[in-house]
């Protein structure tokens, strides 16, 4: 269960306005009738002052295709909540990268922090569950961006939400990176659970 948000008076009204402000992520908007077991059109408009991606959540999971046989179909579902890191070496412009196989999520930059609270999560359609997924912390440069450290994470599909604190390794591996992670996991083996 995701937290509520937003939300309006709840009145008897053939239109109703909402203005509250966002932090980027995912949102569900779910429109109710007043009366019980009664059906009826919605039109929403969202005005936003940047660009977004708002689209229509037709289905809860991945469509099967003719090539799901070959080229795999998804076996778990895995929320990643990025809470925050601790303990990095300065203050920095960070953001974080989260990965999973070939996909991946990157939070909002976090500025002038050694311990930056990201609080952002990304779902993974995951093929193969034992692949783990890696989390990367960056720090925001004019010209390049230089990674400050990541870890790698096992998930397992157990069907709970697990907490998480993990060290951040250098690009090799090695422990030349300072930090940790504080990441909260929750993996499915139904599609549709989160």
Same mark, same amino acid.
């Given at each position: 269960?995701?937290?509520?948000?937003?939300?309006?008076?709840?009145?008897?009204?053939?239109?109703?306005?909402?203005?509250? /402000?966002?932090?980027? +992520?995912?949102?569900?908007?779910?429109?109710?009738?007043?009366?019980?077991?009664? /059906?009826?059109?919605?039109?929403?408009?969202?005005?936003?002052?940047?660009?977004?991606?708002?689209?229509?959540?037709?289905?809860?999971?991945?469509?099967?295709?003719?090539?799901? *046989?070959?080229? *795999?179909?998804?076996?778990?579902?895995?929320?990643?909540?990025?809470?925050?890191? #601790? *303990?990095? !070496?300065?203050?920095?412009?960070?953001?974080?990268?989260?990965? !999973?196989?070939?996909?991946?999520?990157? #939070?909002?930059?976090?500025?002038?922090? &050694?311990?930056?609270?990201?609080?952002?999560?990304?779902?993974?359609?995951?093929?193969?569950?034992?692949?783990?997924?890696?989390?990367?912390?960056?720090?925001?440069?004019?010209?390049?961006?230089?990674?400050? +450290?990541?870890? #790698?994470?096992?998930?397992?599909?157990?069907?709970?939400?697990?907490?998480?604190?993990?060290?951040?390794?250098?690009?090799? +591996? *090695?422990?030349?990176?300072?930090? !940790?992670?504080?990441? &909260?996991? #929750?993996?499915?083996?139904?599609?549709?659970?989160?």
């Amino acid at each position: 269960m995701k937290e509520k948000v937003a939300d309006s008076v709840y009145i008897n009204t053939r239109s109703n306005f909402v203005r509250t /402000e966002l932090r980027r +992520g995912r949102y569900v908007v779910i429109p109710t009738t007043f009366d019980k077991n009664e /059906e009826g059109d919605m039109m929403l408009r969202i005005f936003t002052d940047t660009d977004n991606n708002c689209k229509e959540l037709c289905k809860d999971q991945p469509t099967a295709s003719c090539f799901s *046989g070959l080229l *795999g179909y998804p076996q778990a579902v895995t929320s990643v909540h990025l809470l925050s890191a #601790t *303990g990095l !070496s300065k203050k920095h412009d960070t953001y974080a990268v989260i990965k !999973s196989g070939n996909k991946s999520a990157k #939070t909002r930059v976090v500025e002038d922090s &050694s311990s930056p609270e990201y609080d952002e999560e990304a779902i993974f359609y995951r093929k193969d569950p034992r692949n783990p997924i890696k989390i990367q912390i960056w720090k925001k440069d004019l010209i390049r961006d230089d990674l400050l +450290g990541e870890a #790698t994470m096992m998930c397992e599909v157990n069907n709970s939400t697990k907490q998480h604190v993990v060290q951040l390794q250098d690009k090799d +591996g *090695g422990v030349g990176a300072t930090g !940790s992670l504080s990441v &909260s996991v #929750t993996s499915h083996d139904d599609l549709t659970a989160i």
